[in-house]
């Protein structure tokens, strides 16, 4: 399985913005998908992920509420809408997968995207 991640840019703090994870593969539909981001001088972490079937999600508590989750495996693909959107989320944006469940440790994932970068500005 490949990750390519895409839709990240540059939005006004309030603003919404959809990002996309397009995996290759096909054993895309018996992976787990997690959202991370990294902002400049900070660790990578977790925002959130959701299992194969999509009735498991996860979200971190700085995101619950704003953020989406979804997945489309008809299209390989993996979305995070993002709501209400703060200067706090300006970061880069990665999709990683797994097997089976949803973790939410950088070292539990092997598999990678790009990253995508959003900016929120105030």
């Known amino acids: 399985v490949q990750l390519q991640a895409s839709g990240g840019g540059l939005v006004q703090a309030g603003a919404s913005r959809r990002l996309s994870c397009l995996a290759s593969?096909?054993?895309?539909?018996?992976?787990?998908v997690a959202w991370f981001r990294q902002a400049p001088g900070k660790a990578r972490e977790f925002v959130g992920g959701?299992?194969?079937?999509?009735?498991?999600?996860y979200y971190a508590d700085s995101v619950k509420g704003r953020f989406t989750i979804s997945r489309d495996n008809a299209k390989n693909t993996v979305y995070l809408q993002m709501n209400s959107l703060i200067p706090e989320d300006t970061a880069v944006y990665y999709c990683?997968?797994?097997?089976?469940?949803?973790?939410?440790?950088?070292?539990?994932?092997?598999?990678w995207g790009q990253g995508t970068q959003v900016t929120v500005s105030s």
């Open positions: 959701l299992t194969w079937s999509g009735t498991t999600i």
């Open positions: 990683a997968a797994r097997p089976v469940a949803v973790r939410s440790l950088v070292s539990e994932y092997q598999l």
């Open positions: 593969g096909r054993a895309f539909n018996s992976y787990s």
